[in-house]
């Protein structure tokens, strides 16, 4: 079936530039996580989301950076006024929630370069 | 302490050998572990889940050593599609921890 997919793939912004990130998850899945990865390093967690409520921010490195899930699907990670420090890939994961074992199922990420 | 450690590597590795990465992690508390492959420019993939001293599928072998804090991944009879970046991660309140991830590079 088809997986976690984003969009776009890669983004290129002017440094002041806002940016909006999309992901689509897996069909039926209740959780949806945002995670930033920088170059040599693991993802890092951002934020997360149980349905259309975002139970946890706590990874968002500024005020600059919003997430959103209105109808509980799609969601969209939006950054203002993009800096050097925010290139990196940013990753969506889902997860179906129907067993307390289920894992993370990740997205092919959104590569971004802010020059 | 970063609740996640491991060697970055990279380890370079003929085909065919034995190779094992550790990591470690300070919460004692945890209680699942996984470890994630992720290939160049890809997404991490689940690779395997280690819910008590350890588990095995086919040529890789997780361990855990609680006392110690540290869980361990061995792969054997390394292949050339084995090169990747191998991550350690520790589930945290509904969300995963990662660590930096070890690279790994298989040479024929």
């Known amino acids: 079936g088809a997986g976690v997919s984003q969009s776009p793939r890669y983004k290129v912004a002017k440094r002041g530039q806002d940016v909006a990130l999309r992901c689509d998850p897996i069909?039926?899945?209740?959780?949806l996580f945002w995670y930033q990865q920088a170059l040599g390093q693991g993802p890092e967690f951002l934020t997360y989301?149980?349905?259309?409520?975002?139970?946890?921010k706590s990874g968002l490195p500024s005020d600059r950076f919003f997430a959103e899930r209105p109808e509980g699907s799609v969601s969209t990670l939006k950054i203002q006024r993009t800096q050097q420090e925010d290139s990196a890939v940013y990753l969506c994961a889902s997860r179906p929630d129907r067993f307390s074992t289920d894992t993370q199922y990740f997205g092919p990420g959104t590569r971004l370069t802010v020059l | 302490r970063k609740e996640v450690e491991q060697d970055p590597g990279p380890f370079n590795v003929p085909e065919g050998a034995t190779v094992a990465f550790n990591c470690t992690y300070s919460?004692?508390?945890?209680?699942?572990f996984f470890w994630y492959r992720q290939d160049c420019r890809k997404e991490p993939k689940l690779l395997m889940s280690v819910y008590s001293s350890g588990n095995e599928d086919g040529r890789f072998t997780a361990q855990l050593n609680r006392a110690s804090q540290y869980i361990s991944l061995l792969i054997r009879d390394s292949k050339l599609s084995d090169s990747a970046t191998y991550l350690c991660v520790i589930p945290g309140f509904q969300k995963l921890v990662f660590g930096t991830g070890t690279r790994l590079l298989v040479s024929p």
């Open positions: 989301f149980q349905n259309e409520a975002q139970l946890d």
């Open positions: 069909s039926g899945h209740v959780s």
């Open positions: 919460n004692s508390a945890s209680q699942s």
